[in-house]
């Protein structure tokens, strides 16, 4: 497995003009990483679905796309951006094993992001109350559920970043790494660099403070 890539961050289709673009995943990260980890015809699931777009490039590279979204607004968009609506079910990631969702060659997602002293819930949208710990308690459960779907061997891709917010740094990337591994076995990283279209050598380009990121690689053993 290379441990190193570098993709440009730019987006192909439009979002609701309301969407920051930094919070969307890249369709460049989605369209490599498939690439390399999954072949024509696999069905692919992300349980944070968010605005679809794992779900759109994965259709529009012939994979078979599912996807869960708790915003029930969000999955109705998604629902009208892909050929399989049916496959998008508006519920929670912490709830995977109660869908008819049926067994996925891969996941490919990026999880909502927490910084430490945050006091909202990722999970519900940052409604509701949490705190860094409590966030971390519900990616292992979110990651323990995703196991039920699973295929033995299936390769599960996160897309995550360390967080630099208000002068503070939050090693989000090396605690969901942490956490996933107690449900998953833990592959590797591949650090992502990214050009920005506009300033390819500008610092924070990507928008968290820095100008990489990380694919976070697991399986589901077999």
Same mark, same amino acid.
């Given at each position: 497995?290379?441990?190193?890539?570098?993709?440009?961050?730019?987006?192909?289709?439009?979002?609701?003009?309301?969407?920051?673009?930094?919070?969307?995943?890249?369709?460049?990260?989605?369209?490599?990483?498939?690439?390399?980890?999954?072949?024509?015809?696999?069905?692919?699931?992300?349980?944070?679905?968010?605005?679809?777009?794992?779900?759109?490039?994965?259709?529009?590279?012939?994979?078979?796309?599912?996807? =869960?979204? %708790?915003?029930? +607004?969000?999955?109705?968009?998604?629902? /009208?951006?892909? !050929?399989?609506?049916?496959? *998008?079910? @508006?519920?929670?990631?912490?709830?995977?094993?109660?869908?008819?969702?049926?067994?996925?060659?891969?996941?490919?997602?990026?999880?909502?992001?927490?910084?430490?002293?945050?006091?909202?819930?990722?999970?519900?949208?940052?409604?509701?109350?949490?705190?860094?710990?409590?966030?971390?308690?519900?990616?292992?459960?979110?990651?323990?559920?995703?196991?039920?779907?699973?295929?033995?061997?299936?390769?599960?891709?996160?897309?995550?970043?360390? =967080?630099? %917010?208000?002068? +503070?740094?939050?090693?989000?990337?090396? /605690?969901?790494? !942490?956490?996933?591994?107690? *449900?998953? @076995?833990?592959?590797?990283?591949?650090?992502?660099?990214?050009?920005?279209?506009?300033?390819?050598?500008?610092?924070?380009?990507?928008?968290?403070?820095?100008?990489?990121?990380?694919?976070?690689?697991?399986?589901?053993?077999?």
């Amino acid at each position: 497995m290379r441990t190193f890539t570098t993709l440009r961050h730019e987006r192909e289709h439009d979002l609701p003009p309301t969407l920051d673009a930094d919070v969307v995943m890249s369709e460049s990260f989605v369209e490599h990483f498939l690439g390399e980890f999954t072949d024509p015809g696999d069905a692919v699931l992300d349980p944070f679905a968010g605005f679809g777009t794992t779900l759109a490039v994965a259709e529009s590279m012939d994979r078979v796309p599912y996807g =869960v979204e %708790y915003e029930a +607004d969000r999955a109705e968009y998604v629902r /009208d951006r892909v !050929d399989h609506p049916d496959n *998008v079910v @508006h519920g929670d990631a912490l709830e995977l094993s109660a869908y008819d969702l049926p067994t996925v060659d891969c996941c490919l997602t990026s999880p909502p992001f927490m910084v430490c002293g945050m006091e909202t819930n990722p999970f519900e949208n940052y409604d509701g109350e949490s705190d860094y710990e409590s966030y971390l308690d519900d990616v292992r459960r979110a990651f323990s559920e995703l196991g039920s779907v699973l295929s033995p061997g299936a390769p599960v891709l996160v897309n995550v970043v360390n =967080v630099k %917010y208000d002068g +503070d740094v939050t090693p989000l990337a090396w /605690d969901v790494a !942490d956490a996933v591994s107690e *449900v998953l @076995h833990f592959d590797g990283e591949i650090v992502v660099t990214w050009e920005d279209e506009g300033s390819p050598d500008r610092e924070g380009a990507f928008g968290y403070g820095y100008d990489h990121s990380y694919c976070l690689v697991f399986r589901k053993e077999a």
